[in-house]
């Protein structure tokens, strides 16, 4: 077990141990056991050769089987002023989102303490291994608007590990400052010294309506070829009477093209998603979203052509109870350089349906 495999693991049991002395005697009925499971089925009409459908996707990426996309078991602690949660998670946003992380670490979803520092419970501190501060998509399908994930939060982090700085400044205005390990990973990249640090500033109305800025600056390079990162997401979610929600959001970012340089290439990525509730049990919510990153430094495009995609998605969704969810999804991607393959042939377009059944506990 490597040193930056070590680290993590000794630093998370570090903080538990120190903040447990701080908090009351623990009890049983304070631990709480919880989870989910997303099945799914797609079927792209391109095609493709492989059940791996594209390498710029990381949820419901397979062709024509059936399979787990994210399956995870939580143990939460809840104290009166410490909270911990350990999760372990298995399926295909696994394989594909954790490739690079160690074997003894990519299948931990969670493992983190959070601290209130004050009675009033307006200061905390978060450390270890965390859903990221960036987007609002996560990686569990139930939670979010859409069944497939948008191209603008499958290509930023789902995940980071770090230590996190909060403060509540009123009832809706809440920020956070973070130091991290890099973009999307447990541990440090290899041959790098340099901390990734994170922001997050947050406004919420009671009536539901939120504003979130986060922002990332760091390096995915050794210090050998160090080339900074400066990542922005900014996003807004808009209850509009009891039946629909708007969600908007934009990315955008700049990467050194060489270390010292001052030169930076440039991608950003936009959302729209409209959602109606029906009733209680049917919902339906329509997307559109574009992502351009013309010097591929996200999303590489064999042609050497940039990726250049347009999104649109209609998505239907059925609760028979609270805790099952039925969803059916059919999305079009459309890049003007040919990007995707149709029977071995270069193609604008990318059309795919997926169906899903997922349940928490």
């Keep these: 077990m490597g040193r930056g495999v070590v680290i993590p693991i000794v630093f998370y049991a570090a903080m538990v141990n120190l903040f447990a002395q701080?908090?009351?005697?623990l009890s049983s009925n304070r631990w709480t056991f919880s989870g989910a499971a997303d099945f799914f089925y797609a079927y792209d009409f391109n095609r493709p050769t492989t059940y791996y459908r594209q390498p710029f996707l990381y949820n419901h990426n397979r062709h024509d089987e059936v399979n787990l996309n994210h399956g995870f078991a939580r143990l939460t602690y809840q104290g009166n002023r410490i909270k911990t949660n350990v999760a372990l998670h298995a399926g295909t946003y696994v394989l594909d989102n954790y490739a690079n992380e160690p074997d003894?670490?990519?299948?931990?979803?969670?493992?983190?303490?959070?601290?209130?520092?004050?009675?009033?419970?307006?200061?905390?501190?978060?450390?270890?291994i965390l859903p990221s501060h960036i987007g609002f998509e996560s990686a569990v399908s139930m939670d979010n608007a859409t069944l497939t994930r948008s191209l603008l939060?499958?290509?930023?982090?789902?995940?980071m590990t770090?230590?996190?700085?909060?403060h509540a400044l009123t009832d809706r205005l809440e920020a956070n400052i973070m130091m991290l390990t890099g973009w999307q990973t447990i541990t440090m990249v290899s041959g790098s010294t340099l901390p990734a640090w994170g922001s997050k500033v947050s406004y919420t109305i009671p009536d539901g309506i939120t504003?979130?800025?986060?922002?990332?600056?760091?390096?995915?390079?050794?210090?050998?070829?160090r080339t900074m990162r400066y990542f922005s997401n900014l996003y807004a979610i808009l209850p509009l009477g009891d039946s629909w929600k708007l969600i908007t959001g934009f990315d955008i970012g700049w990467q050194q093209r060489e270390k010292f340089s001052n030169d930076y290439d440039t991608w950003y990525s936009a959302v729209m998603i409209m959602r109606y509730a029906m009733n209680p049990q049917w919902a339906m919510a329509l997307r559109g979203e574009y992502y351009a990153d013309k010097a591929e430094v996200i999303i590489e495009n064999p042609t050497g052509d940039g990726f250049n995609t347009f999104g649109v998605s209609l998505n239907l969704d059925y609760h028979p109870v609270p805790t099952l969810y039925c969803r059916l999804e059919g999305r079009l991607l459309n890049n003007r350089e040919l990007y995707f393959l149709r029977d071995g042939f270069p193609e604008s377009n990318n059309p795919f349906v997926v169906g899903s059944i997922g349940f928490k506990f």
């Design 211 to 225: 504003i979130n800025w986060s922002t990332f600056v760091g390096t995915v390079e050794p210090d050998a070829l």
């Design 162 to 166: 770090g230590i996190v700085a909060g």
């Design 104 to 128: 003894v670490l990519k299948f931990i979803f969670e493992a983190n303490v959070r601290v209130l520092l004050d009675e009033q419970r307006t200061w905390w501190i978060e450390a270890g």
């Design 153 to 159: 939060a499958d290509n930023s982090p789902y995940y």
């Design 22 to 25: 701080a908090d009351t005697v």
